[in-house]
């Protein structure tokens, strides 16, 4: 029943599953407790940054904000119908959601609003990643690799060595490599370049 999962330094985790199930583990040790979403349908995706605040996505626009270290859930309103994949949570105040047709969302002011963004595909987006208000990265479907360096003004299609989905773009602990990661063992690899390179130059691809 469990769908995604998100680990927040080296021991406190949670996962989200069917049914609006959420699980926190609170140390790493064996003992995970459910966490009241208030929802019934599968939630996609988590993501709470170190102050406890964050949010889980779903279908149908489906979004919960948690100021509580996931303790507590509210739904926040999209103003979209459609499914929310992935959620990235750079400070209390400043998010980032993809999801079905190519769909980016962001708040600068902790969910109360939500401003669509031009991602110039209509593919599903599977996974973001934010590394500053400025720059961040959307992977999904047919290989689409997405990047901004101005908070989401302009989002610039990556050329990609591959067609088939990306699930996954996560940095490396040393904040040097990108990796994405997909369908059919597919596995990505590019340096993280400064701010004003905009495609990936190494990539590697895994035996499927």
Known sequence: NLIAGYMRGFGEAWSV?????????????????????????????IHLEKFGYGWTTGPLGLLLFTTTNGKRWIAQDTDTGYDLNDAYALTPRDAWVVGQYGIILRTTDGGQTWNPQKSHTTVDLRSVLVLSDKEAYAVGDKGVILHTVDGGNVWKVQDSPVETPIHEIILSDDGTTLWAMGRWGVVLRAPRGDAAVSQSTSTDDADS
């Open 17 to 45: 599953g069917r049914g609006g199930l959420i699980l926190h583990n609170p140390d790493g040790g064996p003992a995970w407790e459910p966490l009241n979403s208030g929802a019934r349908d599968t939630l996609r995706s």
